[in-house]
């Protein structure tokens, strides 16, 4: 069964930094793309980027290029996600995701880690 | 980016009722378009891809159709476990990009 865990819920303040964990299971984790999905708080979803395990090789949507960081450990099949500097404006729901391919669908979600920025 | 625009944002309906939801793009994306199903509090979960292929385990009342920049979401008998938020995505191009999403609510 393909499973995607994703690290507990976080708190915290601005300028601290962040990084947020996604387990995989139940696939070959090198060779699927793993991406993440942002969706604050009563919005839609964006689509931030996406990693392949296999190489690290990242694709950023243009929106989140700079501000965020995707990496991987294929020794323990876990994708992170990072920030050095958080923003209240980060405050969202982040659900990491598996896609056969660059430009296809997500066919399967983590149960997402709610993160909130605040002073 | 490609824009995709849904309507309506949202709509009231009852159990048994034939429902519609739309989505556009703003260029022609082929068939490169999925919808996913989303229940308050949880994640999203995948219903369809390539316009109209079911995801394993999607019930048949589920449909979708549509190429080009015009495609809809039809279910053919809303059941009580329904009532949620459909969104559509391109897949044609990164960034991936997702529509504003359908609430379906029960009238």
Known sequence: EVQLVQS?????KPGQSLKISCKASGYS??????????????KGLEWMGIIFPSDSDARYSPSFQGQVTMSVDKSINTAYL?????????????FCVRQPGIAVESDFWGQGTLVTVSS | ???????????????????????????SISNYLNWYQQKPGKAPNLLIYGASTLQNGVPS???????????????????????ATYYCQQSDS????FGGGTKVEIK
């Open chain 2, 61 to 83: 009342r589920f449909s979708g159709s549509g190429t080009g920049t015009d495609f809809t979401l039809t279910i053919s008998s809303l059941l009580p476990e329904d009532f």
């Open chain 2, 1 to 27: 980016d490609i824009q995709m625009t849904q309507s309506p944002s949202s709509l009231s309906a009852s159990v048994g009722d034939r429902v519609t939801i739309s989505c556009r793009a703003s260029q």
């Open chain 1, 82 to 94: 990072q920030w050095r500097s958080l923003k209240a404006s980060d405050t969202a729901m982040y």
């Open chain 1, 29 to 42: 984790f090198t060779n699927y793309w793993i991406g993440w999905v942002r969706q604050m708080s009563g």
């Open chain 1, 8 to 12: 507990g819920p976080e708190v915290k």
């Open chain 2, 94 to 97: 990164t960034p991936l990009t």
